[in-house]
């Protein structure tokens, strides 16, 4: 079974520093991950895919099958970035999809 | 922009009453999904639907069921409610599996409370 972990579950830096939310996943095959991000009072919505290779908001995120890790990076830290943070998995042809725990990331201004 | 629309921001239940938490969105997606959000335990799967009366179990489906007769609506239901369902209930929509990459879309919410 498809196993996310996000190993932690509140996360505080300070605005201009760089910021490391870490997601470790299990799955022998070739998965898709994602991140999604929920504002206070927000919907939970698609901040980025790893099949894109893109930088949304100024966050990255590669995919690495060696460590088996989809860390979101950001080099500059802005308060509009606190939120709850969910890394995501799915397989290709499936539905569903199997979310973190979750990290609550508070930048401290 | 696509919308899914749950009945309900905020219910409150008794210990044993059936309750229905209702999500319809407006983009003809396919595939229909209902999650149970925690705090430390992320969001978890309850059921899930790609078709018209077509469902299948989540990891939690114990306690709950539900019922899609229409494309665009897909219910979630509390046979008797207990307090351990006092949660936050997430719906979800996506087109079709091709399409992951646009995301799932979320509803706002309902946030249940069992007393």
């Known amino acids: 079974a498809q196993r996310v972990t996000q190993p932690e579950k509140l996360l505080s830096v300070f605005k201009g520093a760089p910021v490391e939310l870490k997601c470790n996943y299990s799955?022998?095959?070739?998965?898709?991950l994602f991140w999604y991000v929920q504002y206070s009072r927000q919907r939970l919505q698609l901040l980025l895919r790893?099949?894109s290779r893109e930088s949304i908001k100024g966050f990255t995120a590669d995919l690495n099958k060696g460590e088996t890790s989809f860390h979101l990076k950001k080099p500059f830290a802005q308060e509009e970035d606190s939120a709850m943070y969910y890394c995501?998995?799915?397989?290709?042809?499936?539905?569903?999809?199997?979310f973190g725990q979750g990290t609550r990331l508070t930048i401290n201004p | 922009d696509v919308k899914v629309t749950q009945s309900s921001r905020y219910l409150v239940k008794r210990t044993g009453e059936k309750v229905f938490l209702e999500c319809v969105q407006d983009?003809?997606?396919?595939?229909m999904f209902w999650y149970r959000q925690d705090p430390g335990l992320g969001l978890r799967l309850i059921y899930f639907s790609y078709d018209v009366k077509m469902k299948e179990k989540g990891d939690i489906p114990e306690g709950y069921s539900v019922s899609r007769e229409k494309k665009e609506r897909f219910s979630l239901i509390l046979e008797s409610a207990s307090t351990n369902q006092t949660s936050m209930y997430l719906c979800a929509s996506i087109l079709d599996p091709g399409h992951k990459e646009y995301g799932y879309t979320f509803g706002s919410g309902t946030r249940l409370t069992v007393v």
């Open positions: 995501a998995l799915t397989i290709q042809g499936a539905q569903k999809l199997v």
């Open positions: 799955y022998s095959g070739s998965p898709e």
């Open positions: 790893h099949i």
């Open positions: 983009m003809d997606h396919e595939n």
